[in-house]
Structure formats: C-alpha cells, structure tokens
C-alpha cells in the first residue's frame, strides 16, 4: 500500500508569484484534504476535494485553489504569494466510508516566501 | 465555529505518565482525534473517539466526554521517542474536516 506523497518536499518563492503543490492519495482513498501549518501552531483546514469537487472551505481568500484528477491525485495552487503563506502544506487522503474517519497525512511542503 | 485549547508544553521525565487535556467549545460534533507530529514531520493517528468514555491503545489512551466539551490523552511508560506535539483535533461532519488545536509539545527527559 502506498502512502500518501507530496512534493516538492520544499519550495523558495518571492512575494506576488504563483505556486502549485501536488498531492497523490494513499491507494484506495477518494478524499483528499489541504491543511496550513504554521510554525508552532496547528495546521489549519484549506479545503477538502472529493470525486474532482471541492467539498468544503476554510477561512482562505480565493487566490488559494486546487484541483482533484480522476485518479485523486490533487493540486493546491497559491497565487499572489504573501510573506504569511510561509508555512508546511500537508495533504491528506481518506477513504469516504462508514467508520473510516482517519486521514492519512504526507510529510507535507515546506514553502517559504522571501 | 469551534475552539480548541490546550496546554502550549508539559515535560515529564522517561518512564512517568503525562496527561494532555483539550478542551473545545463546537456547535456541531462528529468526533475528537488525537494526532503526534514530530518536529519537521506530517502528522500521524494516535486515536479517535466519538463516544463518551476511555479508548486504550497499547501505551496511548484517550478519553471524551462530549458533556463537558472535554478530552484527554494519557501518554503512560513515557519514552524518549515521545518527545513530539500532540494536536487535539474535531471534526464536525461525517466528511473528515479536521480542525486542530496548537498542538501541546511534550518534552520527555532521561
């Protein structure tokens, strides 16, 4: 069974440019999930895509987007880049089924915003 | 909305127990998730309760009492390798979307 995978692993952009994150789920998951974590706090609920659909937001302007394909695999996309969008992004897979709650986390993109 | 709190950081030495609490306030409720996420790592399933009561897991347990918007997680034979953040996290619907406290750093020392 293959884990969940990101990548890059890191990334170094400059304020107003734009930046794709990659995602692909564990084998056997449909639901794949965007979360921000900043440095020492929690990571926070971007949004969530399910079979191609976003299927719920969190508290992000709209110049974060993302896409789900038809194997899953998902895109975060960031335009505008702001110094505060420094953080981990971490993608997580799970499996839409009844008692399956747990999400499976990658080790997630270090982005920094110069 | 919700809101989640716990404590910024316990230390506790090799071989004790650590309890971390987490309380929230949600209007809606659909389950309480532990996670340990080691410096520089994604993170990873420690437990997950949606009724009252003690869930056991080896070393792990946790605890929720959906009454008094309260959870723990009881760390016990405490271990170097425990040495990591523990994020308490909600979920208020049936689809999985995770909403994390800051996360409590515990610091286990010989």
């Known amino acids: 069974e293959t884990g969940v995978t990101q990548s890059p692993t890191h990334l170094i952009k400059t304020r107003g440019q734009q930046v794709t994150l990659r995602c692909s789920s564990q084998s056997g998951h449909n639901t794949v999930s965007w979360y921000q974590q900043a440095l020492g706090q929690g990571p926070q609920f971007i949004f969530q895509y399910y079979r191609e659909e976003e299927n719920g937001r969190g508290n992000f302007p709209p110049r974060f987007s993302g896409l789900q394909f038809p194997n899953y695999s998902s895109e975060l996309n960031v335009n505008a880049l702001e110094l505060d969008d420094s953080a981990l992004y971490l993608c997580?897979?799970?499996?839409?089924?009844?008692?399956?709650?747990?999400?499976?986390f990658g080790p997630g993109t270090r982005l920094t915003v110069l | 909305g919700q809101n989640i709190d716990q404590p910024t950081e316990m230390t506790a030495t090799e071989g004790a127990i650590v309890q971390i609490n987490c309380t929230y306030q949600t209007s809606g409720f659909n389950g309480l998730f532990w996670y340990q996420q080691h410096a520089g790592e994604a993170p990873t399933f420690l437990s997950y309760?949606?009724?009252?009561g003690l869930e056991e897991k080896g070393r792990f347990s946790s605890f929720l009492s959906r009454s008094k918007g309260y959870s723990y997680l009881l760390l016990k034979e405490l271990q170097m390798k425990d040495s990591a953040s523990y994020l308490c996290?909600?979920?208020?619907?049936?689809?999985?979307?995770?909403?994390f406290g800051a996360g409590t750093q515990v610091v286990v020392t010989p």
């Open positions: 996290a909600l979920t208020t619907d049936s689809w999985g979307k995770l909403q």
């Open positions: 309760n949606v009724l009252d």
């Open positions: 997580a897979s799970s499996s839409r089924t009844p008692g399956a709650n747990e999400q499976f």
